[in-house]
Nanobody, 126 residues
Framework: QVQLVESGGGLVQAGGSLRLSCAAS????????MGWFRQAPGEERRFVAT????????YYADSVKGRFTISRDNAKNAVFLQMNSLKPEDTADYYC???????????????????WGQGTRVTVSS
């Protein structure tokens, strides 16, 4: 069974940091780009960051650029999101996802991702 499991969410004060992890199982994901999305209360799910198969290419939403860093460890079948200088507006459920096609590249389109984790909640207090 193909599965993505996120962890690392929690409550943090504004200006603090958190590191999210996403562990993949059921198949090898090293041939696919992976991404992080988030959904704030009452809002649609939105793109945060994506990383290509090798880890050498990344792309970020403007709202997190310079504060968040996506990385991956293909040997461990895992992807990470280091979040620094957190703001209250970063409060959301965070989801990792893997693309359904090796040729999509660095995509911010939700529809290009076909396997999703259950999410981990991040709450940033002011």
């Amino acid at each position: 069974q193909v599965q993505l499991v996120e962890s690392g969410g929690g409550l943090v004060q504004a200006g603090g940091s958190l590191r999210l992890s996403c562990a993949a199982s059921g198949r090898t994901f090293s041939n696919y780009a992976m991404g992080w999305f988030r959904q704030a209360p009452g809002e649609e799910r939105r793109f945060v960051a994506t990383i290509n198969q090798s880890g050498g290419g990344t792309y970020y939403a403007d709202s997190v650029k310079g504060r968040f860093t996506i990385s991956r460890d293909n040997a461990k079948n895992a992807v990470f999101l280091q979040m620094n200088s957190l703001k209250p507006e970063d409060t959301a459920d965070y989801y990792c996802a893997v693309q359904g096609n090796r040729r999509f590249g660095l995509s911010s389109r939700e529809s290009d991702y076909n396997i999703w984790g259950q999410g981990t909640r991040v709450t940033v207090s002011s």
